[in-house]
């Protein structure tokens, strides 16, 4: 689920309000595109956005990576991997009710599964169809780059900002891994909303809430690409 149009209007606002380039990833979906598809072109697409010599012939000094639900997971994993690889221009990372372990034993005990199970536009039932329709039954689930939750994290990783929110069965997974960032050093900023449902970045056209939370995410990045130009 999900495409360049679902998201259009949220990059429109991140690019605005930055004043900053935006690249959106029209990356492959499951069933027909199974893991490691949606990571590789995810990867691929960073790479291609710091290269001056494509065709969109930008100098990129610094950028930021930005993703909701399973884009929050995909921004972990890529960032993980880049900083690893000794990539240094990442300025900040943004995960917004992302994913963040799709182990059958963290989707077995999070209280967010157990507790989101009905009347919510996401809830744990999706969540295990989800993810059975984009791994393999032979994939270990517990490889960083589909749950960075138990992923060993390198060093050197950007100022992250993660936000989650109640009505979700994901609501802890943000949590777990700001966390987890915590004590690997990065600086990080948590937010919990309360009262609200999967999908409130993507409807804030018209939820007040989610469009504020746009323009504190589009500060967090032109922060924190100033302090890294």
Not at 102 to 126: C, I, K, N
Not at 162 to 177: C, F, H, K, R, W
Not at 185 to 211: K, M, N, P, Q, W
Request: net charge negative; aromatic share 8%.
């Amino acid at each position: 689920m999900g495409n360049l149009e679902t998201h259009d209007t949220l990059c429109q606002h991140l690019a605005f309000d930055t004043g900053q380039p935006v690249a959106a990833v029209h990356y492959r979906l499951a069933p027909e595109h199974k893991f490691p598809a949606a990571f590789d072109d995810s990867y691929a697409a960073l790479t291609w956005f710091l290269d001056s010599t494509q065709p969109h012939a930008l100098r990129i000094e610094t950028v930021s990576v930005v993703g909701d639900s399973a884009g929050g997971q995909l921004v972990a994993s890529v960032v993980n991997q880049a900083v690893a690889q000794g990539l240094t221009t990442i300025a900040a990372q943004v995960m917004l009710y992302p994913v963040c372990s799709v182990t059958e034993e963290h989707m077995a005990s999070s209280s967010g599964y157990q507790r989101v199970v009905d009347g919510f536009p996401l809830v744990a039932e999706s969540m295990h169809w989800f993810a059975n329709k984009y791994i393999d039954d032979s994939v270990d689930r517990a490889d960083p780059r589909l749950s960075p939750l138990e992923a060993a994290l390198p060093a050197g990783l950007p100022p992250s900002f993660i936000v989650t929110v109640d009505n979700d069965p994901l609501s802890e997974d943000g949590a777990q891994y700001a966390l987890h960032l915590v004590r690997s050093g990065a600086d990080v900023r948590f937010e919990h909303l309360t009262g609200y449902a999967h999908g409130l970045f993507t409807s804030a056209g018209s939820i007040a809430t989610g469009a504020a939370y746009v323009r504190k995410i589009a500060e967090f990045i032109t922060d924190h690409s100033a302090k890294e130009a």
